[in-house]
Structure formats: C-alpha cells, structure tokens
C-alpha cells in the first residue's frame, strides 16, 4: 500500500481524472472531498462490507423445503 | 457441461432446491462482477420458485449457491431505483425502465416469516442482453435488511 502524508487542502490525484483533497481535519476524523467522472462510483467501504455480509447471511440459512412454499401464500390476494 | 442439442445449447447445472436440471444457454446470466462476497461466480440463472414470486438466483458453477430473490415490484409499494450511470452501463443500458430490479431475501432459521429483503444492494438484470449486476443504492433509506411482510402490507394497504 502507497502511504502518502497530506495536509488541509492538499490533494492527490488517481490517474489523471480523480482528484481526493484533504478539506478538513479535525481529531480523528478527515473530511475528504472528491473530484471524479460521473462515471466512477464513491462509497463508503462499510457499505461494501454490509451488502457482502447479508449475502453471506442470505445463503447461510438452511431453512427446511416447506419453508418457501409456506411464505409464497403471504404473497397471494386476500 | 454445454451439450449442443438440436439448434440451441443446453446445460446440466445442480442446483439447491431442484437437484440437477437442465437450462438453455439463453437462460443464463453473466456477472461480470459476481455479486459482493462472491465475485468468481459469474454466471447464474433465474428458477421460478413454483406458484410463488420468489425465485432462485442460481449460480450455474456452484450448486449450494443459490439466493432466494423477489421482484421489488412484488412486495414493494415502489422502490426509487438510484444507481450510478456506469452501474447501468455495466449492465449494457441507460433506461433503469428496461431493467428487472431484484432484491436478495435473507429468511431467518427459527421464523421464516421475519424475512428480509436487501434493498441497499439490489440485483438488477437486463434480460434483453441477459447481464446482471449487484449495485449499491444512492438512496439512503435502504439497508440491508427491509421486513419483506410489513413492505408487502404497506403495498396491499392491508
């Protein structure tokens, strides 16, 4: 991993189009802003981390065949 | 296994819920992202969970990797499909309205019926051009984890 020392308003740039600049810091919590193309996606990791975690726990239950079966009938018409 | 039969290409994939069955080439779907936690599994199929909405996405590689997935349209009133412009991209489309939207159900050992539905990571497939992708909701109202039944209500005014 490339480890680089900024400061308030400095920046660095990835590739030639994204920029990420230091705008504020304050304790232990850095304000980063981040100039990109429309085209490239930003998120935070945790909600990486979030969706993978429900997918693991979307595949982790082993519920029993009736299971789907019984909660198809919530679904039809009243 | 791809087995040409006739005119069209057909494979044997072991599935979950339905043993061993056999699919037509058109029916699966690439990933070229897998899904998150799960990115060597490129190539799934859909099956239709019998007289039910909720369907299998089917990994065509792996058969204990099947997700139990439901139309957002079928349980929810609506659902604000907010995705970046490369995540429809990726799927081979600008219009979000040819897009079928997904959402991954994760259903609790102990009482099924307190399942939930992923709304902040949903799965959106261009049937068309039969591409698939997990993307992340820009709307922050949705988490992970969506009561599906109180969704459902709220949709039937029930």
């Known amino acids: ?78 | 296994m791809l087995e040409k039969r006739g005119a069209s290409l057909t494979m044997t994939i072991n599935t979950k819920q339905f043993g061993s069955i056999d699919i037509d080439e058109s029916e699966i779907i690439s990933f070229p992202d897998g899904l998150f936690g799960f990115e060597s599994l490129k190539k799934f199929t859909l099956i239709e969970e019998p007289d039910s909405p909720m369907m299998w996405l089917q990994s065509c590689s792996e058969s204990d990797l099947a997700f139990v997935i439901l139309r957002v349209v079928d349980f929810m009133k609506e659902y604000d499909l907010s995705i970046s412009q490369s995540d429809l991209e990726s799927v081979g489309t600008e219009d979000p309205s040819e897009l079928d939207v997904f959402a991954i159900v994760t259903i609790p050992l102990e009482n099924p019926s307190e399942m939930t539905a992923n709304l902040m990571g949903p799965v959106i497939i261009n049937m068309k051009d039969k591409k698939g992708r997990q993307v992340i909701s820009l709307c922050d109202k949705y988490k992970t984890k969506h009561r599906v039944l109180d969704e459902l209500q709220a949709k039937t005014g029930a």
């Open chain 1, 1 to 78: 991993m490339l480890v680089l020392a900024r400061r308030t308003n400095e920046s660095i740039m990835i590739g030639d189009d994204i920029e990420i600049v230091v705008i504020d810091i304050k304790g232990d919590q850095v304000k980063l802003g981040i100039k990109a193309p429309k085209k490239v996606t930003v998120h935070r990791k945790e909600i990486f981390d979030e969706i993978k975690q429900e997918n693991i726990a979307a595949i982790s239950t082993p519920f029993k065949p009736d299971t789907l079966r019984d909660l198809s009938d919530f679904f039809k018409k009243k």
